[in-house]
Each structure stands twice: as structure tokens, then as C-alpha cells.
């Protein structure tokens, strides 16, 4: 299997300029908040969004050496930031105890402290944002926290009424999860420089292997082997409909469903309801289904970079594309 360290070689020297740029910028005044924020800073996770801006970069650039300046730095450490904030509002919404293995921030300092926060990383992200000038780069990235919460909001008014539409869930996964991916991609491409053509087709590329990304998230969520940091079966607990289930219950009668419905309802509760749940998705082909929809979304990823020249970083994105199809964490 394909591995990040792999994918990450072509970019090595971005990757480590911009881990040490968000060091340098990121700090906090006073104990409590400096603590929260090394915290949280602390478990950035894979690291997609950054590795996908400097792989973008490093692939457009006009001249060798381009993807090691400064705005390519800004631009990861702005959707990585953004995604960070969400991350730990996330927790707060879902009530989550752990992230990544370990403590989420609201279970550690309390929610309201979290929501402070994931706050001040977000003004702090945006502020770094419009003191560099760069406001290409501020504008193209910063459309995409709208979405973000337009998707929470749609996945939350979904899971209270306990329904969920194949149109409202690719919706869903677009806004939460697929926008702020591609405007990674766009914005590595931004960065250095390339042409509109190219930087909107990395964009494609990136909301195409977001989709992707997070059909996989979904389907792990029913792999109990899954290393993902949070217990399995958690959607099904919070009463929400991800792709696998919806797959089954788009093959059934309106009666069935509702009986399926009733039971979803109940899982917070009756863990009986969920492995009623969990084996119908394993029996009927909701997992199975799932997979082949989310391996078509990186088909379209992979022809979206058929007109770019070979590299070793358009290499690293095809792998990168493998990569998210084989995850199991």
C-alpha cells in the first residue's frame, strides 16, 4: 500500500518550511490558551490539505524553487487552519471525547473553551491572512468556511429529522468536506503562479479526491479494524445516514424504512438497534456500493490530471489518489 511518507518525498523541504512557519506564527498569550492551542496543534492528523497545496505548487511551478516561497506556507497554513477550527467545533457539536486517539479539546478544557478555541485559530488564520497582502489567496480560500458551516448546519437538520436524500448527503460531503480539499489543490497552483485553466482544474482534482475522501471516512466508520481514532459505529450512534446505509435504504419499501428509521433512532441507546443496523449494511451491499461510488469520484480525480506534464509530484498525486481508496485510518 501506499504510504504519506512516500507521497510526501517530492515536497519534503515545502512540507518542513511550513510546519516551521506555523510554529513561528501560531503562539498565544497567556498559560491556558498557549496550552489549548499546543494542544490542539499538536495532532494535525495526515495533513492532506498542506501536502495537496505544496504537491499543486510544486507541480505548476513556472521555475524550480517557486513552491518553496512564501505564499505557497500561506496558503496551506490557511485551509489547514481552517480545517483545525472545524475539527474542534466539530467535537464540540457532536459532543465527541476523543480525536485522533486521544482527548478532544472539549473533553479536556470543556466546550466552551473549545469553541474559543477553534475562535481564535480562526481569527488568528485570518488575520496572518490580510496582514501578508497576499488577498488573492485570502479570498480564493476563505469562500470555503461558508460552506463549511452551510454543510453542519444541512447535516445537522438531517440527523434531527432522521432523513437523508443521495442529493443532500453528496451535498453534505461537498460543503464540509470536498470544498476546502479542492480549494487546496487551487490554491498550491494559485500560489506559484499558474494559469486560471489550471488552477480550476485542480480545483476539480481536489473537491473530486475530497468527495472521495470522505465516502471513505464514512464507509471506515463501519470498520470496526478501522485505526480512525474514534470508536466505530459512532455515525450510527449520533443517528446520522452516511452513504452505506443510504445505498440500503434506497432499495427499500417505504415500510422497511421506516422500521430501519425507527431503530437508527434508538442506537444512542440500544446497542442492539445498532448491530441491527450495522448488519444490514454488511449483508445488503451498502459498504460494497459505497465503495464503487467512492472509487468512481477518484477515477475523475485521476483523468483531471491527465493534461498536466509527468513529474514526480503528478506522480505523488495519483498516489495520493490510491492512497485515499486504501486508507483504513
Not at 495532532?43 to 492532506?48: A, E, L, Q, T, Y
Not at 470536498?178 to 487551487?186: Q, Y
Not at 494559485?190 to 480550476?200: E, M, N
Not at 452513504?243 to 437508527?264: D, K, S
Request: with cysteine.
Amino acid at each position: 500500500m501506499t504510504t504519506l511518507d512516500i507521497i510526501r518525498k517530492p515536497v519534503e523541504a515545502e512540507l518542513k518550511a511550513f510546519d516551521e512557519f506555523i510554529e513561528r506564527q501560531f503562539t498565544a498569550e497567556g498559560e491556558l490558551l498557549s496550552s489549548m492551542l499546543q494542544y490542539a496543534l499538536s495532532s494535525r492528523g495526515k495533513g492532506i490539505r498542506p501536502l495537496l497545496v505544496m504537491l499543486s505548487a510544486a507541480m505548476n511551478e513556472p521555475v524550480r524553487g517557486a513552491s518553496l516561497g512564501r505564499r505557497p506556507c500561506l496558503a496551506a497554513m490557511l485551509v489547514e487552519m481552517i480545517h483545525v477550527a472545524s475539527l474542534i467545533h466539530d467535537d464540540v457539536i457532536d459532543e465527541s471525547d476523543t480525536r485522533r486517539g486521544r482527548p478532544s479539546v472539549n473533553a479536556r478544557w470543556q466546550s466552551h473553551k473549545a469553541v474559543i478555541l477553534g475562535d481564535y485559530i480562526l481569527a488568528r488564520n485570518m488575520n496572518l491572512g490580510l496582514q501578508s497582502g497576499q488577498y488573492d489567496l485570502v479570498a480564493h480560500i476563505c469562500g470555503a468556511m461558508s460552506a463549511l458551516c452551510e454543510g453542519e448546519v444541512l447535516q445537522g437538520d438531517c440527523a434531527d429529522k432522521h432523513s437523508m436524500t443521495r442529493k443532500s448527503y453528496l451535498d453534505i460531503v461537498y460543503k464540509k468536506t470536498a470544498s476546502l480539499i479542492g480549494v487546496s489543490a487551487s490554491s498550491g497552483a494559485l500560489a506559484v503562479g499558474a494559469t486560471r485553466d489550471k488552477v480550476a482544474r485542480m480545483r476539480q482534482f481536489g473537491e473530486a479526491l475530497g468527495m472521495a475522501f470522505q465516502i471513505q471516512d464514512d464507509i471506515l466508520d463501519y470498520t470496526s479494524s478501522a485505526k480512525t481514532g474514534k470508536p466505530a459505529y459512532n455515525d450510527l450512534r449520533e443517528g446520522k445516514i452516511t452513504l452505506p446505509l443510504l445505498c440500503v435504504l434506497e432499495r427499500m419499501g417505504e415500510e422497511r424504512q421506516a422500521e430501519v428509521i425507527a431503530r437508527l433512532v434508538r442506537c444512542h441507546e440500544d446497542p442492539a438497534a445498532m448491530e441491527y443496523l450495522r448488519l444490514i449494511v454488511e449483508n445488503e451491499d451498502g459498504i460494497t456500493s459505497a465503495i464503487g461510488i467512492m472509487r468512481s469520484y477518484l477515477s475523475q480525480a485521476i483523468e483531471l490530471l491527465s493534461e498536466f506534464e509527468p513529474s514526480d509530484c503528478k506522480t505523488a498525486l495519483i498516489e495520493l489518489c490510491a492512497y485515499v481508496g486504501e486508507r483504513d485510518q
